[in-house]
């Protein structure tokens, strides 16, 4: 029998470092069990945040239990045992706690801290460490990167964003320490070519500038470490590399398609930021598409991604809704702003069903890389009218770490919902006694 392939074995070629998905013919991983050792995939955890808090009377299923579809989810009806809602969680120092206005900058900075910002728009900032940070401080070195994070509109470090609290509460969400917000990348080429570089920049753009003026794919570069590697793998091991080739190929001709289109764009005088693609559902699944590709890879088992900035007031005219965003979301009881509230959050839904059902897809022996993941998607604003941070629509996917899906669980209402982060931490293997604001571990989800 021929020696396993090192998990962390890569494709290496000119300014690139390609990690490749798990193989059959890879050495296991393993953990410790009571009857011992254990071979184990391992578990993803992300963490996906809508801003201006989401229209709650469509959202919440109307009883405990099997989980009840509701209008908003219902682009996720088809993976109905993959999902749960949970009913009843909240940040409390989300809440103004004395402090005045300035709700989004709170429930942006406060979603996977529990800790109350302090009010400024200054330099002295100050959050406490994200659940994600936790996780990627302890099993970030397992992998290439401790943690990935992404976002569709462009983080700010500075300034007043929202009633006297800085940009950086306002545009992250990930926080390594409780002065240092990490910005996330919202230009899809930079993600891709950080995925997929080798780290020694003369190199990379010696790589990106050949592609440009040759045409090439990145897999180009990569083709003879692959062939030799192919040379050794088995008909199924050799397929599931055929399969990420063609996804990380598809990305690439996706980003190439939409890179040629700004130019002839800007050519013609018409403006946006550079690197964004034009259309906004195709930013978030290109985005989403390199999260999978790096989990699947084993890139990092930690990730962020924030659809938009909370109090973004963007427009949604690909589903005919040309009021912003946050004006909707002060729908005074409107039935038309409600209207549109539940169309703009059902669209956020459909773009998050896209990439679940990628991670469905992929398989990981006879598990598939939904089932090693556990995946929050939410905001850190229940009524965008309100502005209150209680009963938070929270939504939680995969089966990582053994969670059940599939239910309705209701909490009493203003239960931490870094309950629900300390629980998961658990599952991960990292073991925290508290996390900001909570009071305990959260029962019947494993």
Known sequence: MSQPLNRRTFLKGVGTLMALPVLEGMAPLVYASGSGAVAANPTRMAFVFVPNGINMAEWTPKAAGAL???????????????????????????????????????????????????????????????????????????????????????????????????????????????????????????????????????????SLARRDLFNKSILDFVMEDAANLKSRLGKRDQMKMEEYFTAVREIENRLTKFENQAKLEAAAGIGRPKGIPGDFGEHIRLMGDMMVLAFQADLTRVATFMFANDGSNRAYGQIGITDGHHDVSHHGMQAEKLAKKKAIDTYHVEQLAYFLKKMKSVKEGNSTLLDNTLLVYGAGISDGNAHNHNNLPILVAGHGGGYKSGQHVVYEDHTPLNNLFVTMLDRVGVHVESLGDSSGKLQGLF
């Open 68 to 206: 009840e579809i509701s209008p908003i989810i219902q682009p996720l009806a088809e993976l109905r045992n993959d999902i749960s809602i949970l009913t009843g969680l909240s940040q409390q120092n989300a809440f103004a706690l004395g402090d005045g206005p300035g709700d989004h900058a709170r429930s942006t900075a406060a979603w996977l801290t529990g800790v109350h910002p302090r009010k400024t728009s200054g330099a002295d900032i100050k959050n406490g460490i994200s659940v994600d940070q936790v996780a990627a401080q302890a099993i970030g070195k397992k992998t290439r990167f401790s943690s990935l994070e992404l976002g569709c509109e462009r983080s700010g470090l500075a300034g007043d964003c929202d009633s006297g609290y800085s940009c950086a509460y306002s545009s992250n969400i990930s926080w390594r320490s409780e002065n240092t917000p990490i910005a996330k990348e919202v230009n899809p080429r930079l993600v891709f070519e950080r995925l997929f570089g080798s780290g020694k920049a003369d190199e990379e753009q010696e």
